[in-house]
């Protein structure tokens, strides 16, 4: 099991520790380092500058957000940061939720996710392996981008405009295409056709999409002994192909008080359940019900939404904060890191605040 170094997105500004920590990260011989967006930095830029002060860490995003670019832009993100890096870039990929996605970037959420999820790695996948123009006949990516008249591309807002306006609202508004799209190879060869790609998924379906159609998997939370009832999957692992990259997100700190210890990940979790998602439709709150909290996750939304933060951070169980983390005394966080290696977990995306953790993380992953 190797070790991976999460370090999110940032907060009110850059993070002037994150460098550092990458630096150390791979002086340990941490094999990943990973950066996020949600709706303030990017993904990709904060990643850049971590390439140019390394030289060996493998690079990945935890995640890139899709409606944040199409498909074609997000695959010049990958190929460029890979020549520049000289072959270090794991490209992350999340469809992001319906608060996000039409919050933020202003896009309707696709009704069929795991069509839209698919057509987007499709043509990723297109413009990597470069072995002809991109051209995809898709609902909510196609390439060309038809005209009028095609018949292509119908849409499933309601409220359609055009062709191919249904998905992630690209080009919402301004009527139908011209017709004049041609399809395009990339002018850039890229350093490896087979750059992996690793989608994020928390739902049973799209979950099973991911470990058919992706080289890896991003889950947020992960149960170390409830792993397979939770996502679905078959108790021994063996709809885990050979090779494919499983790599759960873990908040880890060296700490003696537990309880103090669990404090940032019950913030996180109540963020993440109260503050992105819907009353209608949250992913994450799905995610925790189904590993058994629901009443929890009810009321953790009910506070977050009443302005009352502080209590929803409280009310998330301290059970559910520790099933998924790595919290407490170095001989405890040894303890509960052989239940992790028990499961398919192929990579351990640890988010840490400090360097000792880091360390000592990487001193009981050798022993």
Not at 67 to 73: D, I, L, M
Not at 178 to 205: F, N, Q
Not at 304 to 331: C, K, M, N, T
């Amino acid at each position: 099991m190797r070790l991976g170094l999460a370090l999110g997105y940032w907060g009110r500004g850059p993070s002037p520790t994150h460098l550092e920590l990458a630096r150390e990260a791979e002086r340990l011989g941490y094999h990943s380092v990973w950066t996020a967006e949600a709706w303030g930095s990017d993904a990709f830029t904060a990643l850049t500058w971590i390439a140019a002060h390394t030289s060996r860490i493998r690079l990945g995003t935890a995640v890139a957000q899709m409606a944040a670019r199409t498909p074609t832009a997000t695959a010049m993100h990958a190929l460029t940061l890979d020549h520049l890096s000289g072959g270090r870039m794991l490209l992350g990929l999340g469809l992001s939720g319906p608060q996000v996605v039409e919050g933020w970037y202003g896009r309707p959420f696709p009704r069929s996710p795991l069509t839209a999820t698919r057509e987007y790695v499709d043509v990723v996948r297109q413009v990597l392996r470069r072995e002809g123009p991109v051209t995809l006949d898709g609902r909510y990516h196609p390439h060309p981008y038809p005209g009028p008249g095609t018949g292509a591309g119908p849409g499933d807002t309601g409220n359609r405009t055009g062709p191919g306006l249904g998905g992630l609202g690209l080009g919402l508004g301004l009527g139908l295409g011209l017709g004049l799209g041609k399809p395009l190879k990339s002018i850039t060869h890229p350093l490896r056709p087979d750059l992996p790609v690793l989608l994020g998924a928390e739902g049973p379906k799209n979950v099973a999409q991911t470990l058919a159609l992706a080289d890896g998997w991003l889950p947020l939370y992960w149960s170390p002994t409830r792993w397979a009832e939770v996502y679905g999957l078959a108790a021994d692992g063996s709809d885990v192909r050979d090779g494919f990259l499983v790599a759960p997100l873990v908040r880890a700190r060296v700490c003696a008080d537990v309880a103090e210890g669990l404090l940032p990940v019950k913030a996180m979790l109540g963020f993440y359940i109260g503050g992105m998602g819907h009353a209608a439709r949250s992913f994450h709150a799905d995610l925790m019900t189904r590993m058994g909290y629901g009443a929890e996750a009810r009321r953790v939304r009910h506070l977050f939404a009443a302005g009352r933060r502080d209590e929803a951070v409280l009310a998330v169980p301290d059970a559910f904060a520790d099933e998924i983390s790595l919290v407490g005394p170095r001989e405890r966080i040894a303890a509960r890191l052989e239940e992790w290696r028990k499961g398919p977990v192929t990579d351990l995306l640890v988010t840490a605040p400090d360097p000792m953790t880091l360390r000592t993380l990487a001193d009981l992953t050798r022993a």
